[in-house]
């Protein structure tokens, strides 16, 4: 949590009790990275315990404005009743479905594979009133869905708590300082363990291979000793990670790859110790310190890989200013964001990014929304236009609107829309959580049966070969392949302003074959514009202005362009002709048609059109003074983008509720074959089930109608700027509206199922390949640390491949 926001604390006064510091005394405590003054040692151990349980939202929500009314203690280190309270609520959690239920998105410490995901997922769903949990162990966070009237949010946390798990509400800056933590605490294990191994190795280079052989057995002793003393810190602080993770897996039924870890660190040092005890038998010290080594070396650079995974989308929130300035009666105030409500009135200078979601009250703005759209190109907005958060203010000061604060604005949106795709597992990726979870299981069963083999014909080598089986075989990359692969392909997405509201499309986008689009904003821009004019009447000018005159008074998308065509001067009289057009009578007494071919030929039947795409048409009593081709123009990419699919041999379709001519025409433009027009919501979803009957779809629309046939797809595609409905009914949602991107999603799925297939055949291939090598007495100990330490980093390493395409 940053510094800044927490209120100011007066000169003199402790930081955490709020009363007056005694002279002489100078005592400080570091909370959220700063050192801070306090009057005793009592407070400083309180608030250094706050800070260690990452408490630290305690200082920023408390009134200092009565000293004496701030509790020392924070509730949440007596109960976790505190996240109970709906003010504090209002920061970490999403209200949905009209408040009906609510979500948030929960930071867990300690979360180290499946076995744990599942161990959540299972305690949390046993809680009444909880409607859906997503865990996503690369992530470490946790997503809950439950209903406020039958569950507390603090019984939810309990209930995690309650099963050796510390989880907090999600916050960007609070996750950063969990990574330095525990990347501090790997550095730290680390370094303790390379220290032991140096040393170690050293003594037992000199055992093996005869440089102390003229030594008295007293001394050989010793040196084993020496070992001893080196070994036992790696054993019990540096290895304390793969011991925790193995316990809550044996606690969940479902033990993961530290089990088998666990149990041959501890096997080996044990028998080591034991011989130096009874001063016989061989010790492998320098085995258990480099398996540690090798092992915490591998979950350090994992560690990093995770932390990069879950940065790209997330930082965006921390672009987000921590402090506002808003409006009072006569002057300003300058507040924390998480102050503001909806309704406030707030400025924001030039080059200042947008802390909320707003509704501009100035004259225009000229805002860079690249953060959400990834368009660099600055957008023009006029009053009552919306405002995004992390927009940046081109233009001059600017006023706005509050409509959307913290977890309720867009941006907020997409950070919980790449939660949930996180959260959500492929097929492939149960099929490996599965595979792992009996794998380990056969495994200890191997390894007993290893065991038994080799006292029957070797005693000497029987437990070193068991270990080499445990360490060799743990399926560590099997449980990596899918979960790192489905990351960095979101990621990847996100990073090109797409957001994939399902992580479970990733799984099917290789089968599809078929590409249905909608026309109008999808092919389309939805703007229409004056493509083709022709005039009949000498004076083009007059003819302009009474075009510009009637259509000022329809607010028909098809007028918008004509709008602008000339000086608008009133009309004496204007009836709006459903289905046809404008009639109009100027002061001047004259009477005017203006709209379809067909509404004109009612008083000129002889007519024909000199363009074949006119469908707007300006006539008088004597005759028709001009035609107009108003079409809605197409996106920049559509025919690139189309060209490009059809090159793959995909089947293109459109399928729109326009009429069939101007359909066709985009169609023929575009090099869409099949084209099916002038159908109606139920006609369009329809339409997808027969073919979907053929082969799997994807369906790309935009509108309101396009909402039933976008949940019906098997894979859907929206925009940002698109109808509620239909962003809510999408897979997928391209933020800076680009239709190229549907060649992005299609080839970033295809790519990493690819890639997951990958990982989990080098995995499946690795462990069974390693086995009869291993179980033969081939692999040393600390070789298979190695060979398994080498192929989880492969498995990631190949994961992160998805980052660079």
Not at 227 to 237: D, E, G, K, R
Not at 539 to 548: C, E, G, K, L, P
Request: glycine fraction near 6%; aromatic fraction near 8%; include cysteine.
């Amino acid at each position: 949590m940053s510094s800044d926001s927490f209120p100011t604390i007066p000169a003199g006064l402790c930081f955490h009790c709020l009363q007056p510091i005694p002279a002489d005394t100078f005592i400080e405590v570091e909370v959220a990275g700063k050192s801070r003054e306090v009057c005793c040692h009592g407070c400083q151990a309180v608030a250094g315990t706050i800070a260690a349980h990452g408490l630290t939202h305690f200082y920023q929500f408390r009134d200092i404005s009565n000293p004496t009314s701030v509790e020392l203690v924070p509730a949440e280190l007596q109960a976790l009743e505190a996240y109970d309270n709906d003010e504090l609520q209002q920061r970490f959690v999403q209200q949905l479905d009209s408040g009906s239920s609510r979500q948030i998105t929960l930071s867990v410490d300690g979360m180290t594979c499946a076995a744990c995901a599942w161990l959540i997922e299972r305690e949390v769903m046993r809680c009444s009133g909880v409607l859906q949990v997503g865990v996503n162990a690369t992530t470490e966070r946790v997503q809950i869905r439950w209903n406020p009237e039958q569950a507390r949010l603090s019984q939810l946390l309990k209930a995690i708590h309650g099963i050796g798990y510390k989880a907090l509400p999600f916050q960007q800056d609070m996750a950063e300082q969990d990574f330095a933590r525990k990347r501090k605490q790997y550095l730290k294990r680390l370094g303790v363990a390379g220290l032991a191994t140096m040393q170690v190795m050293m003594i037992a280079v000199a055992l093996y291979f005869g440089a102390v052989s003229d030594l008295a057995s007293d001394m050989r002793l010793f040196l084993w000793w020496v070992s001893l003393a080196f070994a036992t810190p790696v054993i019990l602080y540096s290895a304390q990670p793969f011991y925790i993770s193995a316990l809550r897996s044996i606690q969940a039924s479902r033990p993961n790859m530290d089990v088998p870890v666990s149990i041959a660190l501890l096997g080996a040092y044990s028998a080591s110790a034991y011989a130096t005890l009874t001063a016989q038998g061989e010790v492998y010290f320098e085995s258990v310190s480099m398996f540690t080594l090798f092992l915490l070396a591998g979950r350090y650079i994992e560690l990093l890989a995770k932390q990069r995974a879950v940065s790209v989308a997330a930082n965006l929130v921390k672009l987000l200013p921590a402090i506002a300035e808003r409006e009072l009666d006569q002057s300003t105030e300058q507040v924390l964001v998480q102050q503001l409500q909806p309704g406030d009135i707030i400025r924001v200078k030039p080059g200042a990014t947008l802390p909320v979601d707003g509704e501009l009250l100035s004259s225009q703005a000229q805002v860079n929304e690249s953060l959400m759209t990834g368009e660099s190109r600055p957008v023009i907005k006029q009053p009552g236009d919306a405002m995004l958060a992390g927009s940046v203010n081109q233009s001059q000061s600017v006023r706005l609107k509050v409509t959307a604060t913290q977890h309720d604005t867009v941006l907020a949106g997409i950070v919980a829309l790449q939660d949930s795709a996180l959260a959500s597992k492929p097929k492939l990726a149960l099929m490996a959580d599965k595979i792992a979870s009996v794998f380990v299981w056969r495994l200890l069963i191997v390894a007993a049966l290893t065991f038994f083999i080799w006292t029957w014909i070797d005693p000497t080598k029987a437990f070193w070969v068991t270990l080499a089986v445990l360490v060799a075989t743990c399926p560590c990359a099997l449980s990596l392949a899918a979960p790192t692969a489905v990351t960095g392909a979101i990621h990847r997405l996100n990073k090109h302003s797409v957001l994939v509201r399902n992580g479970d499309i990733l799984e099917n986008l290789h089968q599809i074959k078929t590409i249905i689009f909608d026309k109008t904003g999808t092919l389309t821009t939805g703007n229409f514009e004056l493509q083709k004019y022709h005039y009949y009447s000498q004076n083009q000018s007059a003819v302009n202005n009474v075009v510009a005159s009637i259509e000022s008074y329809s607010e028909h998308p098809l007028a918008a362009p004509l709008q602008n065509l000339g000086e608008a001067t009133p009309i004496a009289q204007i009836d709006h002709i459903a289905g046809q057009g404008l009639a109009a009578t100027t002061a001047a007494g004259i009477n005017y048609r203006l709209g379809s071919l067909a509404f004109v030929q009612q008083w000129h039947c002889e007519f024909q059109p000199n363009n074949t795409g006119s469908n707007v048409f300006l006539c008088d009593n004597t005759q028709v003074l001009a035609e107009f081709e108003v079409q809605d123009a197409l996106r920049e990419d559509a025919k690139a983008t189309l060209q490009a699919l059809k090159a793959k041999e995909y089947r293109l379709v459109m399928l729109t509720g326009d009429s069939a001519e101007r359909a066709q025409r985009v169609a023929t433009e575009l090099g869409v074959d099949e084209v099916y027009a002038k159908r109606s919501p139920a006609d369009k979803l329809a339409q997808l089930k027969l073919l979907q009957n053929e082969q799997p779809v994807m369906m790309v629309g935009d509108g309101i109608n396009d909402g039933p046939v976008l949940a019906q797809a098997d894979v859907s595609m929206s925009f940002a700027a698109a109808a509620d409905l239909a962003k809510a009914s999408a897979d997928t949602i391209s933020l800076s509206g680009k239709l190229e991107h549907v060649a992005l999603v299609l080839g970033t799925g295809i790519r990493c199922r690819q890639i997951m297939r990958q990982n989990v055949t080098w995995a499946l291939v690795y462990n069974l390949s390693i086995l009869p090598v291993a179980m033969a007495g081939f692999v040393t100990p600390y070789i298979a640390a190695i060979g398994m330490s080498v192929s989880s980093l492969l498995v990631l390493g190949n994961s992160l491949r998805l980052y660079k395409l």
